[in-house]
């Protein structure tokens, strides 16, 4: 089956240490999309990418870092800089480009990966 | 991307349709409108998105108004399964644009 899978589910780090959110896609997506969610609130865009070896900030990019070094990954890298990690975080791909070259904005979420820093 | 308004939560009773409002006044032209479902704890689910023309799935209907500043997502048969958090989307055309999810809907389905 295809689709969008992140390890691990649950992932509990010491405050101070980098940590590492597994993203993998067998989609043949182009882009790719990491989000993170506090309680209660709506997704935030941390970064994307449209393809290999390019990624742009999104609105939250401070404390986190990716690489696009294959088509089908793209993890995602908590840094001690990040002051507040807690959080659920949830990656995501789409293609670009529709069958007619209209927009495909439709993006495929994995289940989340729920970090806990202690 | 423009902003967009929704109710913070709706009940519905099982069997029933669900009609999810939501306001999207500064929509502009080459803007469509999206939906996205997200069950507790789980990773939001795309359902339907138009431009102006309605729009029908097998999930769900989508009425967008004809000055486009207002949608409607129709669950014909709400059941239980419905129960999640829906999210009203405004995106631009741009390659890879970024989806915005506001705070959504909570929708409530009850026998």
């Known amino acids: 089956d295809g689709g969008i899978t992140q390890s691990p589910k649950y992932l509990f780090r010491k405050e101070g240490q980098n940590v590492t959110l597994s993203c993998e896609q067998n989609?043949?997506?182009?882009?790719m999309y990491w989000y993170r969610q506090d309680p209660g609130q709506g997704l935030r865009l941390i970064y994307y990418?449209?393809?290999?070896?390019?990624?742009q900030k999104g609105d939250i990019a401070e404390g986190y870092s990716v690489s696009r070094e294959k088509k089908e990954s793209f993890p995602l890298t908590v840094t001690s800089a990040q002051k507040n990690p807690t959080a659920f975080y949830l990656c995501?791909?789409?293609?670009?480009?529709?069958?007619?070259?209209?927009?495909?904005?439709?993006?495929?979420f994995g289940p989340g990966t729920r970090l806990t820093v202690l | 991307d423009a902003k967009t308004t929704q109710p913070p939560s709706m009940d519905c009773a099982e069997g029933r349709a669900a009609n999810l409002p939501c306001n999207h006044s500064?929509?502009?032209?080459?803007?469509?409108v999206y939906w996205y479902r997200q069950i507790h704890s789980q990773g939001p689910q795309y359902i339907i998105h138009?431009?102006?023309n309605n729009e029908t799935n097998e999930m769900a209907s989508l009425i967008i108004t004809e000055d486009r500043k207002s949608s409607t997502l129709i669950l014909p048969h709400a059941t239980l399964r419905d129960t999640a958090v829906y999210y009203c989307?405004?995106?631009?055309?741009?390659?890879?644009?970024?989806?915005?999810f506001g705070t959504g809907t909570r929708l409530q389905v009850t026998l």
């Open positions: 989307i405004v995106s631009g055309t741009g390659t890879a644009s970024k989806l915005t």
């Open positions: 995501a791909s789409s293609p670009l480009r529709g069958l007619a070259g209209g927009p495909r904005n439709e993006q495929f």
């Open positions: 990418s449209q393809i290999v070896n390019d990624f």
């Open positions: 500064t929509i502009s032209g080459n803007e469509y």
């Open positions: 138009g431009l102006k």
């Open positions: 989609l043949n997506h182009d882009a």
